[in-house]
């Protein structure tokens, strides 16, 4: 089966990644789709995560790295995924996913979203919490691939 792994991975972090694994393991083929949000500013360009997403999934088969604009559930119909995959770190991203999967389903109604609950000891990671502390200058190459602790530390100048 082939899943839709949406975000936006400003940056790819360790627990990321650890849902891309997992998805290859129990679905074969994983399509990472990387937003472009015109409302946001990343802090990392869509070609400098996408490339990122390469570098650190080098070493698995079975996945595969777009690029999206808009809709979800339309970049999933174009990538023929009849399944979005999602990850679940805590109570407080429920509410939100619920919400998300309830507003997909009601615009694909053959669209469903799969959740995996995050590996416990990366459940307390997000893209924001690592560029914290890259910030100020603290460790994070246990928190995210090499690649990115390299261009965290060179955009923080630490
Ligand atoms: P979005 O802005 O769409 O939430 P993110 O890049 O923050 O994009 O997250 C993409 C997906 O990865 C979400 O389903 C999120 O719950 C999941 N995710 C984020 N951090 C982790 C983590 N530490 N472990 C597992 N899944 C995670």
Do not use: W
């Not at 839709?4 to 990321?16: A, E, I, K, V």
Request: proline residues 3%; contains cysteine; aromatic residues 6%.
């Amino acid at each position: 089966m082939r899943v839709l792994y949406p975000g936006s991975f400003d940056p790819l972090t360790n627990g990321h990644l650890d849902l891309i694994e997992r998805g290859v393991e129990l679905f074969g083929e994983v399509v990472v789709a990387v937003l472009h949000n015109t409302d946001k500013v990343p802090t990392f360009s869509l070609e400098k995560r996408v490339h990122q997403i390469q570098q650190s999934t080098k070493h698995l088969r079975g996945v595969e790295i777009v690029s999206f604009e808009g809709l979800t559930v339309d970049c999933a119909k174009d990538e023929k995924c009849t399944l979005i995959l999602r990850g679940l770190r805590a109570l407080s991203d429920f509410e939100y996913e619920l919400q998300l999967a309830h507003t997909n389903r009601s615009l694909a109604c053959n669209t469903e979203t799969v959740f995996l609950a995050t590996t416990a000891h990366h459940s307390f990671l997000s893209s924001s919490v690592v560029k914290e502390v890259a910030k100020f200058g603290g460790n994070i190459s246990h928190l995210v691939p090499e690649i990115v602790a390299n261009e965290l530390k060179l955009l923080f100048n630490k």
